[in-house]
């Protein structure tokens, strides 16, 4: 929901990841998830080799690329109706050394050679040949061009995968993802386009790249009465993805500067919330009630808490006058800062939350991701995603605490 692009800015299972042909559903056509296994999977960021130093190769010395199924690769950008490069220097250009790169070699500058984080990409998959890579489209900040792609779906479809399978790096990834923030409601701008406009665009997808192809979208989590998720007609849009991304997150914030205090990523509702339908089983439901199949949910989990200073009252619900100081942003800041910097000292609703001199933040920690893991096994949901991995430590604990609560 609130992902800033420059800050914090959104098929299958066991057999598809393991490159097994996939599953096809006989009454939508479409691949979906195994009930065998789960999906583990989370977002790289292109900008974070710049001011957070995080590279592909943390992926791999955390330990975390062995826990992942899936990686989406954020974010590819959305202007004139067409899939577009996000930053070409970060994506393809940038040059890795020896002791920088995934599999210690030093990148080529031989005309045609492909650099960058695609091709450390690239060597992360040779390393795990089970690991699946989508390429994300748009963003909370280039959202706004999906009203462009959506007045004719063939020729968004068509650029995209011109993009996607561009011979320098077709090999990179297996699958694109359509982060829309919304389709037929307002995030960073208003969309009009109608509540047929996401699933046109994404049946425009599923004919131009075929049905092995993996295609998702990260979609809202706004559960509430005539909400986010009324306006578009998820439920058939779902007949050509293989799975969405439901962005279970960021439902409360420092942009409400005065409080009250909140959870940002509530898993169940509790006394005192303030918005009915703002919690992760709240969308959940809504989604299911639309006719989305359960296996084609990915719970999401934040990296990240969201704070507040000025604030007297340790439980949720106090009052605030303004945003808590956070490295990139304020209001925001990674679990691996917070966890030493303001440990958790509280839950409700399934997450956490901890008051530090006037500052109070929440978030989620190993214990309770590995509880909403279990929400997610017992209610049937095709695994869990995350945002994102620079946001966890350096020995990837909240990734394992996902790996290990979900039923692999």
């Known amino acids: 929901m609130k992902k800033i692009k420059y800050a914090l800015i959104g098929l299958t299972a066991a057999a598809l990841a393991l490159g097994a042909l996939p599953v096809i559903d006989k009454v939508t056509s479409a691949p979906v998830a195994e009930s065998a296994g789960k999906i583990n999977l989370g977002y790289f960021v292109d900008w974070g080799v710049y001011g957070r130093n995080y590279h592909v190769k943390n992926i791999e010395t955390s330990g975390s690329a062995a826990k992942l199924t899936h990686i989406n690769y954020a974010f590819g950008n ?44 690239r060597q992360l998959k040779k390393k795990h040949p089970g690991l699946k890579v989508l390429y994300s489209f748009g963003g909370w ?14 020729a968004f479809a068509s650029s995209c995968k011109k993009l996607v399978e561009d011979p320098r ?6 699958g694109i993802d359509i982060d ?9 701008t208003c969309d009009t386009s109608g509540p047929d406009a996401l699933p046109n665009l994404v049946k425009a997808l599923r004919s131009e790249f075929g049905q092995d192809y993996l295609i998702s979208a990260a979609i809202t989590a706004d559960g509430s009465d005539g909400g986010k998720i009324d306006a578009t007609k998820y439920g058939e849009t779902a007949k050509q993805l293989n799975w969405f991304n439901v962005m279970t997150y960021d439902f409360f914030g420092a942009w409400d500067k005065t409080g009250p205090t909140a959870p940002h990523s509530p898993l169940t509702g509790y006394n005192g919330l303030q918005k009915q339908g703002f919690t992760s089983e709240a969308a959940i439901t809504k989604l299911k009630a639309q006719g989305v199949p359960a296996n084609k949910l990915l719970l999401g989990i934040g990296f990240y808490g969201r704070g507040w ?25 990674d ?36 509880k909403k893991m279990q929400w ?6 095709g695994g869990a995603f995350f945002w994102a991995l620079d946001g966890d430590t350096t020995n990837g604990e909240l990734i394992s605490a996902m790996r290990g609560g979900l039923a692999f």
């Open 309 to 333: 200073t000025g604030v007297t009252q340790a439980a949720p619900g106090g009052t605030a006058t303004g945003a808590a100081q956070g490295t990139y942003e304020a209001g925001i800041e």
């Open 169 to 174: 790096w077709a090999d990179v990834f297996d």
């Open 335 to 370: 679990y691996k800062v917070l966890k030493t910097k303001c440990p958790a000292n509280g839950e409700i609703a399934g997450t956490a939350y901890a008051k530090c001199g006037s500052d109070w933040w929440s978030y989620d920690t190993p214990s309770t991701i590995h």
């Open 141 to 154: 900040t280039w959202s706004g061009g999906f009203g462009e792609a959506a007045k004719n779906p063939a």
């Open 180 to 188: 829309w923030e919304y389709p037929n409601a307002c995030g960073l």
């Open 376 to 381: 997610s096994n017992s209610n049937g949901l």
């Open 78 to 121: 959305v202007t004139g109706g067409q899939c577009q490069i996000g930053d070409a220097y970060a994506d393809y250009d940038k040059a890795y050394g020896a002791d920088t790169s995934v599999d210690g070699s030093t990148d080529s500058w031989d005309a045609g050679a492909l650099r960058g984080s695609f091709n450390q990409l």
